[in-house]
Nanobody
Framework: QVQLVESGGGLVQPGGSLRLSCVAS????????MGWYRQAPGKQRELVAN??????NYADSVKGRFTISRDNAKNTVYLQMNDLKPEDTAVYYC???????????????WGQGTQVTVSS
């Protein structure tokens, strides 16, 4: 069974840092992309950052503060979040575009989300 499990969320003061991790497990043959989205109450889910071979993409609101990285050998994607602001408060979701061997096929997967709260 393929699943994405996020960790690292929590409560942090403005200006603080958190590092989110997402581990994909299961019969994974190819990772085409992995990334992070977030959704605040009353707002649409939005892209935070994603990455695939040789490219990364960031929301304008997090550029210079967040860094996405990947460890393909561990099927893991990280999001280092620095200089956190109250407006970063949201549920952060891991997303992955995966080709799996059992069952065979390619589709997107989502984690259950991890809460990030930035508050003084």
């Amino acid at each position: 069974q393929v699943q994405l499990v996020e960790s690292g969320g929590g409560l942090v003061q403005p200006g603080g840092s958190l590092r989110l991790s997402c581990v994909a497990s299961g019969s994974i043959f190819t990772i085409y992309s992995m990334g992070w989205y977030r959704q605040a109450p009353g707002k649409q889910r939005e892209l935070v950052a994603n990455t695939n071979r040789g490219s990364t993409n960031y929301a304008d609101s997090v550029k210079g503060r967040f860094t996405i990285s990947r460890d393909n050998a561990k099927n893991t994607v990280y999001l280092q979040m620095n200089d956190l602001k109250p407006e970063d408060t949201a549920v952060y979701y891991c997303n992955a575009d995966l080709l799996t061997s059992r069952p065979m096929g390619r589709r997107e997967y989502w984690g259950q989300g991890t809460q990030v709260t930035v508050s003084s």
